[in-house]
């Protein structure tokens, strides 16, 4: 598979045809995903968010060019062939800027576009659904199509001037809540009604016929919309099937739609099956991998508390711990409770906000310590296994080095692993 577009051809010929998108931009997790797909030789979905990335830098002070850099030289490292390799743009549209009128946010979020499509992205999520500051809330589905419109007008200009083709793959639509897991707690999700999603699709043609794009609709790859999957910081609402059966018939009259499903984390085996069978073809998934990535990390910090006196050790969990108390802005709005319950939230939640901290100088310099610790020895694989059980059995099989490194490696593909199934479960 070259493209989105070869996708949704592959899953109209076959229902157990899909892709899931890596949403991350931890060099370890990369990683991972880029030495999974070596060993399957299956195309690779990577793909950035409008927070992550932009035309400032994002949160991960990369721009997309910087982003698609950053990957390509992983790739590179592992002898990673580039055409394999897939790079999409999530939530792109003035969500960074809502706070401003409609006029600036729009004027910043055709920057976003361009810089994307600039830098060599080629699946794009246009997503105008936020209001702004002088908007009606909610936004109509005209105002919010006619957005994307003009966003992909810009995008499509863009990408024949600078690489002299037209070869974009779009999505379109939203799910609630937002992205990157719920802020509240959740007991019930509201699923996209079939009437809705047809109404998304029907304001984003006519949308594209007035600016004379309509000629690009069948790039339009994929809707975005809520199955009735999500996560919040200790709970899962898993897939269920029969209540999305109405709105998963909405694509089959479309020769080139499929939907793609957000927040996908953490589902089961079987769930993540069944929304690619019901043409939720392309999953996401992000906070999973690094949550995956934590869960290593403790296990060997606990392997490296049981071998090293204390004053030797990396403190890992400590700093950690540390430094989100001392900065506090990426988890101190999502968590809420006692004290022990925001504690065991900022290293336990599926939310992951730990995430934002890896890049942290002092957080990092404690990893390093961790892993050049656990490097200057043998494992003993009776610890292995108390702390890391799945890849204590690969070791202990011959399929895995039982170095720190590639431990952490191993347990994020495990999460890999299970969205592989999913996405080719005829195969």
Known sequence: MKSIVDLVNAHKKDNTAGIYAVCSAHPIVLEAALRYSLTTGRTLLIEATSN??????????????????????????LNFPSEQLILGGDHLGPN????????????????LIRSYVEAGFKKIHLDCSMSCADDPVPLTD??????????????????????????????????????????????????????AAIKTLQAHISAFAQLGIEAIWPRVAALVVQPGVEFDHASVIDYVPAKAQALSRVVEDFDSLIFEAHSTDYQTPQALQQLVHDHFAILKVGPELTFALREALYGLAAIEEEMLPAHACSGLREVLESVMLDKPEFWRSHYEGTTQERHLARSYSYSDRVRYYWPDREIDAAMSRLMDNLSAAPLPLPLVSQYLPLQYARVREGKLRATPHFLVIDHIQDVLRKYDAATHSSH
């Open 52 to 77: 992550q990335v932009d035309q400032f830098g994002g949160y991960t002070g990369m721009t997309p060019k910087d982003f698609r850099q950053f990957v390509l030289q992983l790739a590179l490292q």
């Open 96 to 111: 960074r800027w809502q706070n401003k009128p409609a006029a600036e946010a729009m004027a910043q979020a055709e920057c």
């Open 142 to 195: 005209e105002i919010v199509a006619q957005r994307a419109a003009r966003l992909a007008k810009l995008a499509e200009e863009t990408c024949l001037a600078c690489f002299g083709t037209q070869d974009l793959a779009y999505v379109i639509g939203t799910e609630v809540p937002v992205p990157g897991g719920a802020h509240e707690t959740l007991t019930e999700l509201t699923i996209t009604t079939p009437e």
